[in-house]
C-alpha cells in the first residue's frame, strides 16, 4: 500500500486547510486510515481515524469539532477538514492505513499503522 499525502501550507490562525491522502494497491474499503501529526521535538501523535466503512471515528480531544476526518472509497481517498487552525496545531501531518483492520473499529493508535505516508507540513502563523 502505497499513501501520498498533500494539502498542507502556511495558514493564518483561524483559517482552514484540507489535507488529502491518496492510496494504491491494497483493498481500500477493507482498510482503516489514520491522521497523525509530529511537531518538532514531540512524538507522533493521533488526529483522527477512521474505520473502513467510515462508520467509526475518532478524534484527539485537541482537534475535536475543529477537524473532520472522511473518506471516499471509490477514489481511495481520505481528507481531513481543518478549520480554526491554531498556531500549536503546526505540524508535519502523515496519513497511515492499517490493513487488517475490524470493520467498524477506526485508526486510534500508531502501533495499527502498517503503512505511512510522507508527511505534509501544515504550518499555523499567529
Known amino acids: 500500500v502505497q499513501l501520498q499525502a498533500c494539502g498542507g501550507g502556511l495558514v493564518q490562525a483561524g483559517g482552514s486547510l484540507r489535507l488529502s491522502c491518496a492510496t494504491s494497491g491494497g483493498t481500500f474499503s477493507r482498510i482503516a486510515m489514520g491522521w497523525f501529526r509530529q511537531a518538532p521535538g514531540q512524538e507522533r501523535e493521533i488526529v483522527a481515524g477512521?474505520?473502513?466503512?467510515?462508520?467509526?471515528?475518532h478524534y484527539a480531544d485537541s482537534v475535536k469539532g475543529r477537524f473532520t476526518i472522511s473518506r471516499d472509497n471509490a477514489k481511495k481517498m481520505v481528507y481531513l477538514q481543518m478549520n480554526s487552525l491554531k498556531p500549536e496545531d503546526t505540524a508535519v501531518y502523515y496519513c497511515?492505513?492499517?490493513?487488517?483492520?475490524?470493520?467498524?473499529?477506526?485508526?486510534?493508535?500508531?502501533?495499527?499503522?502498517?503503512?505511512w505516508g510522507q508527511g505534509t507540513l501544515v504550518t499555523v502563523s499567529s
Open positions: 497511515g492505513a492499517d490493513v487488517n483492520a475490524i470493520l467498524m473499529v477506526p485508526v486510534v493508535y500508531s502501533r495499527q499503522i502498517d503503512y
Open positions: 477512521i474505520s473502513r466503512s467510515g462508520g467509526g471515528l
